[in-house]
């Protein structure tokens, strides 16, 4: 029961291009989302949310686009970088109280920005 | 991922004996979550612990698996008698109030011999 997916296991972008990473969900009790990206042998590391009242949520390079209606999610990275080279993670949570709630993550996405 | 701090990084146990994972929080931060990953998948959601208080347990095993957050310490988290398929990395993240995004430590990556 896979209720977040990312149905691309890896991606291949060149340096300077857009780099667009997608998700798909099924519970529509899900009302808050979030991007991490995660390094070998380190953690997750926070990137960027959005809530379910919103379609579209910007900061810096990063921008997550919400479509509700299709239950999709999707994070653009302009312009990538070398150093965006690590696996991303789409989280889903129910209510907007995401730190008092369980996130359920995507399989993730390898991201391989080539120079 | 400074700040939210998990001891030990690598932990190699044989089989039946017991592990102890532990998380200690960023500071402030009063909400603990454990997440575990098998290879090649995402993180899975076991246990959510305030203060000596477990909230949501909904993805712990029903058996050998346990966690804890008492009032002075880390949290716990504690597999007894471990088995092959227990081998994982698993992940503690923690959060100060409920409108801020939980923060990952960099996880205890459990190998059974």
Redesign the interface.
Known sequence: DQQ?K?NSPSLSVQEGRISILNCDYTNSMFDYF?W?KKYP??????LI?ISSIKDKNEDGRFTVFLNKSAKHLSLHIVPSQPGDSAVY?CAASEG?????Q???????TRLTINP | NAGVMQNPRHLVRRRGQEARLRCSPMKGHSHVYWYRQLPEEGLKFMVYLQKENIIDESGMPKERFSAEFPKEGPSILRIQQVVRGDSAAYFCATSGQVNQPQHFGDGTRLSIL
């Open positions: 977040v990312q979030l991490y042998a380190e953690g997750p590391t926070f949310s993670f907007e109280t995401q730190g008092a369980k996130l359920v993550f995507g399989q993730g």
